[in-house]
């Protein structure tokens, strides 16, 4: 216990000013990203409303339908960017009523000063990610499946996957515009199956309007076969399908990185992978799930500059503005890394996590430049409970 507390003091020398600190980050946080999520949603309403009231029956609680799937989305997508509005806030209250400094003189470096904060990004940061992944995920599937069918009332439940997915049988390639789920029956739209000799020269082309998987048996429905060497073409109303994969393969297939958990992803990037398919695009998606919500305990280290910049080195306002600078270009180097990333010009791990440590050693460099060569040598630190 008392290696505990020793270890607990050297990182928080006060637990006083740390609650103090994360109570007053956490407060403004949660009341700034209420107020923006409001506002957002307050104007992506006004933009979408006329849209959703279009459809047959639609009434009020379309809009609240509305509303309650895509506030989800709002907050997930700004909560980095309100947590820099908080801390920068935090920061420069305190640096304006003079507690830096007295902290300072109390023998306090940048870094404990900032470890409560820290420790409260970190908070943030695990919840945006777990509300991601149980919350978000499924309101975005739905939201697009709605949206898909142009905000219909009484719209039946989310079938539909994915669009267009590519599977290799044997020698084959099969195309499946997309797949959806019926119960126990699994549908296949508009396929196309390119057959193949041993050789990859191409044989036939089969069409079908849609196939099902039922009772373990796949049928094409609407068939029409075209045969490459005697071009014949034949129709049959119904045929029996004769291939090994199963419901599942096509199912992992089909995945969209923003309407699964990460575990889910994880598992559709493995059978891609046994399909011997790409899977940079989705390995770039799955490591911003992490990057995303951890793009928050960068938020201290560029706000910094509001509290420890020195009086003749420019005024609070100019600090402030500095500050928030250091963040928009954060969220834009992010954004156009992660675009890299999903084209496939950037690796993977580069695109999803290079802005963060990048980030990293410039906070570091501006808390260096603005306070550790200046900052008073104290020789004795705070321990006061």
């Keep these: ?228 060497d005697s071009h014949e073409l034949t129709i049959h109303p119904t045929m029996t399908w004769d291939i090994k994969s199963q419901p599942d393969r096509f199912l992992a297939l089909t995945v969209k990185a923003d309407h699964v958990s990460f575990v889910g992803l994880w598992r559709s990037m493995n059978r891609l992978k046994q399909e011997g398919l790409p899977t940079d695009r989705l390995m770039s998606s799955f490591l911003q799930k992490f990057a995303g919500p951890a793009s928050t305990l960068l938020m201290p280290l560029l706000a910094a500059v509001a509290a420890f910049g020195i009086q003749r080195a420019g005024n609070l306002a100019v600090r402030l503005v500095f500050g928030m600078a250091l963040g928009f270009s954060f969220f834009v180097a992010d954004n156009f890394m992660l675009a890299m990333g999903e084209f496939g010009v950037a690796p993977p791990f580069l695109a999803s996590w290079a802005p963060f440590f990048l980030f990293l050693l410039v906070g570091y460099s501006v808390i260096f430049h603005t306070e550790e060569g200046t900052r008073p040598r104290g020789k004795h630190h705070a321990s006061h409970d």
């Design 1 to 228: 216990m008392t290696l505990i507390r020793q270890i607990r003091r050297l990182f928080f020398p006060s637990r006083t000013i740390a609650r103090y600190m994360v109570k007053m980050y956490l407060g403004r946080f949660l009341g700034m990203l209420i107020g923006l999520t409001a506002v957002l949603q307050f104007l992506d309403l006004l933009a979408t409303s006329d849209d959703i009231m279009k459809a047959d029956g639609a009434t009020w609680t379309s809009l609240v339908s509305y509303v309650s799937l895509r506030a989800p989305q709002l907050i997930s997508q700004f909560s980095p960017f309100t947590a820099l509005l908080a801390t920068l806030l935090t920061l420069a209250t305190l640096n304006q009523h003079s507690e830096v400094i007295i902290m300072k003189a109390s023998g306090l470096s940048a870094h404990r000063i900032l470890l409560p904060l820290g420790l409260a990004s970190l908070i943030v940061a695990l919840c945006h990610f777990a509300f991601n992944e149980t919350i978000v995920v499924k309101g975005n599937a739905a939201l697009d499946y709605w949206q898909d069918n142009n905000y219909a009332v009484d719209l039946p439940p989310s079938t539909a996957l994915s669009g267009r997915v590519w599977v290799k049988e044997d020698n084959n390639i099969i195309m499946a515009q997309a797949v959806s789920r019926h119960g126990e029956r699994l549908v296949l739209d508009k396929v196309f199956i390119f057959e193949r000799d041993q050789n990859r020269k191409l044989t036939a082309m089969v069409s079908a309007d849609f196939a099902w998987y039922q009772d373990r048996v796949w049928t094409l429905h609407e068939v029409r076969r075209f045969n490459a």
